[in-house]
């Protein structure tokens, strides 16, 4: 059954708050809800939350993400991510894994949401400092978005702590699972995790395995 909470149409008032939003930043690129369908008939949805954009997305992640054409470290581990979430009671071993083909990844991100805290592309090697301000004097922005979702689980991608922050969750206690994945859960069952950054410099298994196993253990408390 489609998700009542959620508005008939995220794209249309996701569309207005950038129009209000981008008079402020410069080089803005909006991101959010992939395809608003099939978005709202995922289970579970997901969000995934990135310090900044990076390479060329168009200035609109959503239409990169629609029709993907090339390889991209970041979103290449993200179309596992998706995929591993969705068939995590059956996941397949390393060596079984469907390869991250272009078709693939547009498939895998039809459901998704991807929200930058920071709008405007950074350079090779993220600014922190600069994430952390800007996030800060847009967080009434950044919350009103998140707010358009309402995900059942987002994945903080290295910005947990910021994230926390800024959307308001910080009276909510974060734990930890046995593998040491931190997370809280804001409402009815709805869950983020602080991860590492999907574009981190290490073996693509220990990107993906540990978080499959959190939130196998997570939806099984």
């Known amino acids: 059954m489609m998700d009542k ?91 079984d894994f469907p390869e991250t083909t272009p078709e693939r990844k547009t ?39 998140y707010a358009f979702y309402k995900p059942d689980l987002t994945i903080c991608c290295g910005v947990g702590s910021l994230f926390k922050e800024v959307i308001g969750h910080c009276d909510k206690k974060s734990k930890p699972t046995t593998r040491g994945v931190q997370y809280w859960t804001w409402e009815n069952g709805k869950h983020v995790l602080d991860f590492f950054h999907p574009a981190r410099p290490i073996e693509s298994t220990l990107k993906l395995y540990p978080l499959i196993d959190a939130i196998n253990e997570i939806y099984s408390a």
Not at 5 to 34: A, Q, Y
Not at 57 to 85: E, P, Q
Not at 135 to 141: I, V
């Open 5 to 95: 909470e959620i508005s008939m149409n995220i794209h249309d008032r996701e569309e207005d708050l950038f129009s209000k939003w981008e008079t402020n930043r410069g080089d803005f690129v909006r991101d959010g809800v992939v395809c608003e369908a099939a978005y709202r008939n995922t289970a579970p949805k997901i969000a995934v939350v990135l310090k900044e954009p990076h390479g060329d997305n168009g200035g609109d992640i959503r239409n990169w993400l629609r029709d993907v054409k090339s390889k991209d470290r970041t979103w290449d581990t993200v179309a596992r991510w998706v995929y591993g979430i969705k068939n995590r009671k059956s996941l397949p071993a390393w060596k």
């Open 107 to 145: 498939e895998m991100f039809q459901g998704v949401c991807a929200i930058n805290l920071k709008k405007a592309a950074g350079g090779s090697a993220a600014n922190y400092s600069e994430i952390e301000r800007i996030a800060r004097e847009d967080a009434e922005y950044i919350r009103k978005q």
